[in-house]
């Protein structure tokens, strides 16, 4: 007979829907039109990773507990079985926000699932990998495990000569871990590096003091693990007295930009900007000359940059002052249509990661792209396995490399 | 038998009315009660007004979002809640909210076509289209959702209660009277005005399932036809913070 967890445990664990949230979940409709244009759903078709069905499931949680049956006759015990059936559900999700889009109530999804992760990981119902993940974050600060002395790890492999890490300055460059750590992106942090260098920027980077930024935290459930290391981050930065912080990764600059301050319960002292909104300034202002390439370059918006950040526009005018033929893919912009590599797919269900990624890197094709760019390092990495995968001759790279290839700097 | 019918009757016009608006009241109650009592959501900046607006015409009023994912569904929900606000705008007329004779100016047959002909048509729309999403839950259990019983009851409930009404239109009156007849429901307050008098058994049913109706609104998923607005506008509101 499968275990009954404790009751005050789930009741308190259940208390952490927000109003927003506990309005989203009562008004769902279970009409099920996010779930086609749910990536994980699409490619998987299995019921229990739609949008829809996480929701029927939370709520029937939510009700055994405070619905009106349980005011009336008393709460009714929660099973493990039934938690672990919601873990499934909630981490085999890119957490792209793409149920928001298509959701006819406008529901705030990737807040809502965020926090049915936080509830799993509330009643240990994370799963294993993810635990792991957890784990080795808040032992090491990042989610590989690495030891914080190798952070500056891509400047060596690089090259990069004129490393800055500075008492102060007015500009932070916040690599993040999936870039400094991932070989597949340590280019992406030369450039940015280089191109910050070729401006004659104030810039520093935090080296060893750089945590991760919490992403992975926040994506795994565990918010309060999350709050210290922004609080750490935060604290960081504002005692060298930046004033602009600079990421190239999507993950880093959402939840510097939009949970930092929720984390926190106030805004930071630096405004934070993503590299390619950086780039487009420089490129618009006339401050960097590059030549233009003649190909078809495609750009794949990052979630966590476009819809989920707020950035859709700035890439696109970077990559107009940077190559000559910019393709749309399909499903772009505020629609698109993730590539896989969010929400920790990886670590719940790798297969599943790569089934997604192939059809993004099919519509990638079909559109004549000879150059995929996108933003993120998450992205890269999924773009760059998804070809090993099915042997797709499509270059990927970042907006920041094409643009220091460009500049002559890579 | 008959004493008995009468009693039920009677029961659904003058008694069941005060126990509608209670249980309705009641229901919203607990249900703002249930959301009021969650935590507050962190800070965000100020509600954007316009956007929150803006999202609400497009994705309440025109369901831009479904239109987006699905236009044969589009077409299916549009029509749906064409018919259902038609329908409630044809009621309206019975409560003298308004009359035939405002469409008069445009020509008789306008204020026929509004009171006779449109009626009907609605009708046959709204319980096809009604079908046709019950249809379509069906067919789509167990591959890509979980419907909890009440999105079903939701559904069955507004369905009987749109058949009902239907047939008192569609088959013969019980009389018409020379003035109109008033079915008074709660004195001074809601009192229904009816220029035919319809076929009894289909005209009472048709009372008592739109009150069943109404009092299961703030219990189940029908309590969308206020959060969705709320929740809409919240939307339009976060992509105006976002700048999207």
Redesign the interface.
Known sequence: MASKLDTEKVREALRRFTRRQMMELDTCAHCALCTENCPAYADSKIPNYAPGVRSSKTLRLINKQFGLRARLLGPNPIKADEVADLADSAFNCTLCGRCMETCPFGFQTHELWTGVRCLVYELDGTLPRVKMLDQMLRETQNPYGLQAEMRLDWADYTGLEDVHVKDRADVAYFVGCTTAFKGANHEVAYSIASILNQLGEDWTLLAEDEWCCGSPLLLAGNEEGAREFAEHNVEALEARGVKTVITGCAGCFRVFKWEYPKLLGRRPSFKVIHAVEYLRDKLVAGELKPDLLRANVAYHDPCELSRLGGVIEAPREALRRLAQGLVELPEHGIDVRCCGGGGLLQAANNDLRLSIVKRRLDQAVEVGAEILTSACPACKLAFVDGIRASRCEIEVLDVMELAARQLGLL | MNSLITFFYTFFVEKLPYITIAIFLLGAA??AT???S??????KSQISVTAAVK?IIL?VVF?R??F???KV?WLI?FLFHIAAGGILFGHMRGFHIWSAEMFAPLGEWVAEFMVETLPVYMGWLFIATQILLLIRRVL?E???????PN?YLALILLLITSILGQGMRIFPPEAIPTHTYSVVFIPGLIVLHLEKVPSFHWFFLHILFTQLFIMYIP?S?L??IF??V???A???S?RSE???
Do not use: C, N, Q
């Open positions: 607990l249900r249930r959301w009021m969650a935590p507050k959501d962190p800070e999202y994705d369901f979002k479904t987006k994912s699905d569904i929900i789509l167990d591959r890509r959702l979980a419907s909890l999105d219990f998923k309590v969308h959060s969705g709320i929740t809409s919240l939307y339009g976060r976002y700048g999207l």
